[in-house]
């Protein structure tokens, strides 16, 4: 920590959905083709969720299911880069600052080396920061579990945040 600088926080998120018919497959921002989108009451990005979730986690601002309740009509369908720019601005007004995330997708498929440059650029655009500060990685489950049978797509993240 340099002299004068705020107190560096650290927070994880963790999100998951099953695919579902009739949705578009939507991470981190990114529309991508594939045979089936993500179940939930939002647009399902749960590349944005685990975000969400690791900086309100940071700055102890609850969690993305308290700021946005999928029993709440006004969330249903809704953007998720959109919450996400939501929660950044609680943050914010709690006195932190998003600094960096790093994030982990765990699909079976699809292959998603050919968005991730997007994904990284998208949430930086949203968290306000520069584009190296957020990575994004793929990793499959190796055939194993829930996830391994392409039932659904897990997601972790790290973030920090500086307190200001």
Known sequence: ??????????????????????????????HIPHTHGLDGHSDADVVAHAVTDAILGAAHAGDIGRLFPDTDARWKNANSLGLLQEAAERVRELGFYPRQADVTVIAQGPRLAPYVEAMEQALARTLGVPADRVSVKA?????????????????IAVATVEER
């Open 139 to 155: 990793k499959t489950n190796e055939g194993m579990g829930w996830i391994g049978r392409g039932e659904g797509i897990a997601v």
């Open 1 to 30: 920590m340099t002299q004068g600088s705020g107190m560096v926080r650290v927070g994880v998120g963790y999100d998951s959905h099953r695919f579902g018919e009739g949705r578009q497959l939507i991470l981190g921002g990114q």
